[in-house]
Each structure stands twice: as C-alpha cells, then as structure tokens.
C-alpha cells in the first residue's frame, strides 16, 4: 500500500568537509556501499518501489549511482568482480528512481515538500533520511516495521529511540501517551530542545499522509530559521494523530564523524566474506 519512499538528500554535509565539497554525503560508503544505497534497499525490502529523491547542487552523483555505467560494466563483464554490481542492478531493474532539486537548504520540511511533484498527493509515503543508517539483523528493516504499524492506525508515523538526556539538544525530542509496547500517541515535539520534554528522539524514519503537504504550507520556519518537518508534525498531531514508534533494531548516526565510524566498524565485523 505504500510504495513510494523520499529521500531527502540536499543538505551540505559540512560535518564532512572536505570530502563532502564536491561529493554528496549520500555517496560516503560504508565498506563498499553508499550510504543512499542502504536506505534505499531498506525502502525496497519494505515493499517501495517508486524511489524519489531531492537532490541539490553538486549531487549528481546519486543519479549517476542508479544508472547503467555502460563502460564499466563491459570492463568488468564476465570477471568476478560482476557479482559485485549485483545488489544494485536489482534496485535498478526493480525500482523507479526519480528526481527533483531544493534549491535552497531550506530545511527538512521544506526539502520534504519539495518532493510533492514526485509522491503526490494521495497517497501516504515514506521517507528516509540516508544518513541515518538502519540495520535490523533479528528481522524486519526499519521502514518495513513502520508499514506495518501504518496498516494498523493509518496515521503519520515518526520512528524514534531513547537517547541520553545530555544528547537531546541534537535532535526533534516527542512526549506522548504510550498506546502499546513501543508505540506513543504524540502529544508534545520540539526541534533540537535546550530542556526536553523527554528522551525520545526523532530519527531519520517517518511514514506521513499526504495531508502533511498542505500543513506545510501553513508551516512557519522556525528553529535556525528552517522550515522544520517537526512543526508540521505537532500540528498534525493536535489535529488528528500522529505516533512515535520505537524501532527495533540499530540505528549509526552517519552525518557524524563517531556514528560513521561505529557503523563502518559494525559492517566490517559482520562482513561474511572478509579476508
Ligand atoms: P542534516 O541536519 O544532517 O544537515 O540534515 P546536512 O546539511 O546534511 O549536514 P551537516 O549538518 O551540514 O553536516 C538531515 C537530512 O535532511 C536533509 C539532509 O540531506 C540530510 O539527509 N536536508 C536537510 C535536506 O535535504 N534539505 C535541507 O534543507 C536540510
């Protein structure tokens, strides 16, 4: 039932810089895969299929990613090495990939409306923020967890975790009403709090009915002047409902030096072919 998944890509990933000054943050491997392919498979494994993606300047690389390299793949045409473009020819025949450029570093929410000529307006979607690499070795990815849980209250849907206290002020922090192991009726959301209304925090995985276009559009900027998908979320919330689900599984925090390294190291302790 939800088949399309955004991905907004625009910002500048200067945490990164220098290497993020002509290559988009979204083409950093972890091991030998792009962050973007992650959360990419991740929305395919979840049943999306239709995968459309905000861009900016200086980020053609991703289009590049998902398309034929024609000199490339004769190079290394009946070579082992053709087993390693397998993964990603699977996204590629399966997959619709579309564009479209925030021009200006606006803000999520902003970047987030941008891709209404890509989803629609009819139908809920997901998004996924690439930087935000999920893994769940025990099951279901993260944004197939979210799906099911949409089957079921057919509401907006933000995934979050518990976070130390000390760490809030990074991150869009929710209070609510726990209505099932896990799962909080949201009552309360603020970006980024100097004193927060819990440890739950918001990360980059939300389900949101296309009613959230049109909120945006009531939406004022707000914290750093941005457009913050957050705001929009609290009015969705006081209007009708919106859940804070706490996902299984791990989440790296990949726009950061630490959470980078934590989960390159995680990937290569699991890798299955090393040596
Ligand atoms: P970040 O807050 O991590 O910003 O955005 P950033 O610019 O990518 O990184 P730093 O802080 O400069 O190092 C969270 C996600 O939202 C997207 C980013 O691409 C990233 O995936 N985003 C943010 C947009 O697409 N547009 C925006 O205007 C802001």
Redesign the pocket.
Known sequence: MITKCL??????????LPA?KAMP??MLPILTKPLIQYGVEEAYEAGCDIMAI?T?RGKRAITDHFDISYELEHQIQGSPKENLLDEIRVLMDKCTFTYTR?N?????G??IYKGKVLVGDEQPFGVI????LCVNADGDGVMSQMIKIYSKYRCSIVAIMEVPLDQVHKYGIISGKEIEDGIYMIEDMVEKPDKAPSNLAII?RYILTPDIFKIIENTKSGKNG??QITDALLQQAKHGMVLGYKFKGKRFDC??LDGFVEATNYFYDNLSTKG
């Open positions: 991905f907004p890509a625009a910002g500048y990933g200067t945490r990164f993020t943050k979204e905000i900016g925030q200006e570093m606006k803000g999520l902003d970047a923020l690439a930087d935000d980059g941005e457009l726009g950061s």
